[in-house]
């Protein structure tokens, strides 16, 4: 079992979001330095999958869209978070508080609204 979840964040999310929640103590990986800038977001989401990372963006209706599809075909990924725009540092409150509330298991497979 893992304990906390690690991230992938989603180009979208501001680069500073990914700092401030690595000063906090998470795992935490980009798009950009993954060399995933561009891609299409289901590549994303199989990536971040792949790396058995949680998905973190702000899109919500593509990845509301590829949730369902995943929950239909049975596929696991590793949780989607999606987060409101809001400011970098609200944000990565946010998310430490959440990722710090619930396990990686906990996560594993699901759709979170932040």
Do not use: W
Not at 80 to 95: E, F, T, V
């Amino acid at each position: 079992m893992k304990l906390f979840a690690t991230l992938y964040l989603d180009e979208d999310v501001a680069v500073l979001v990914a700092t401030l929640l690595q000063v906090r103590g998470l795992d935490v990986t980009t798009t950009r330095k993954q060399s995933m800038l561009g891609r299409m977001d289901r590549e994303q989401l199989l990536y971040a999958a792949s790396l058995q990372r949680c998905f973190l963006t702000h899109n919500r209706v593509d990845f509301e869209l590829l949730y369902g599809e995943y929950f239909a075909e049975a596929r696991r990924h590793s949780g989607i978070i999606i987060a409101s725009r809001r400011n970098p540092y609200a944000l990565a409150k946010d998310i430490a508080v959440l990722l710090n509330t619930v396990t990686a298991d906990e996560v594993d497979n699901q759709l979170l609204y932040v």
